[in-house]
């Protein structure tokens, strides 16, 4: 893809390895990186302009739906931020630094990289009750939707991905 447009990348779901009883839930791992724009413009140059024109966040929305069989079963909402702020910690060499905040916790990078890693690769255990899944072959579709607004080194932007599986026998 090109570097000028942001795009969802590497989009895998990847069941669980350890067996669990008949009756548990299945246990999904969702990957996926936004990649290309909006984390190539985040870098500590563009967040302290846009510190000190008074934008100190940026916000990340996704939004999950999980469909098994055709049918919805589960929408997940997921927020990530990173936020600018002015730092005198010694390991830094810049006045201004991003705090990002990941399943509402706070993360401090040292590294610009480490914070786009933060900030833009999503990991996301998904568990699907049995009760949704028939006998044979099921079908899962996970649809992706990442919305941000606009702020100084970006321009506000919703984007989409589908993934389905086909034809997965789990019961």
Request: hydrophobic share 35%; no cysteine; charged share 35%.
């Amino acid at each position: 893809m090109e570097e000028n447009v942001s795009y969802i990348d590497d989009l895998t779901l990847v069941k669980s390895n350890h067996e669990k009883q008949k009756e548990d839930p299945i246990t999904f791992t969702l990957r996926f990186g936004l990649k290309g724009l909006i984390r190539n413009q985040l870098t500590q140059k563009n967040w302290e302009k846009a510190y000190n024109k008074h934008d100190n966040s940026l916000r990340i929305t996704t939004n999950l739906n999980v469909k098994v069989n055709g049918r919805v079963i589960d929408t997940i909402k997921l927020v990530r931020k990173a936020i600018f702020f002015w730092t005198r910690n010694p390991k830094i060499d810049h006045r201004i630094w991003v705090m990002i905040v990941k399943d509402e916790n706070p993360f401090y990078p040292l590294e610009e990289e480490e914070a786009r890693k933060l900030l833009f690769d999503f990991e996301k255990e998904i568990e699907i009750e049995r009760k949704y899944f028939k006998k044979g072959k099921n079908d899962i579709i996970i649809s992706v939707k990442l919305s941000w607004g606009k702020h100084d080194f970006i321009d506000k932007q919703s984007i989409e991905k589908e993934l389905k599986i086909e034809d997965t026998e789990l019961v």
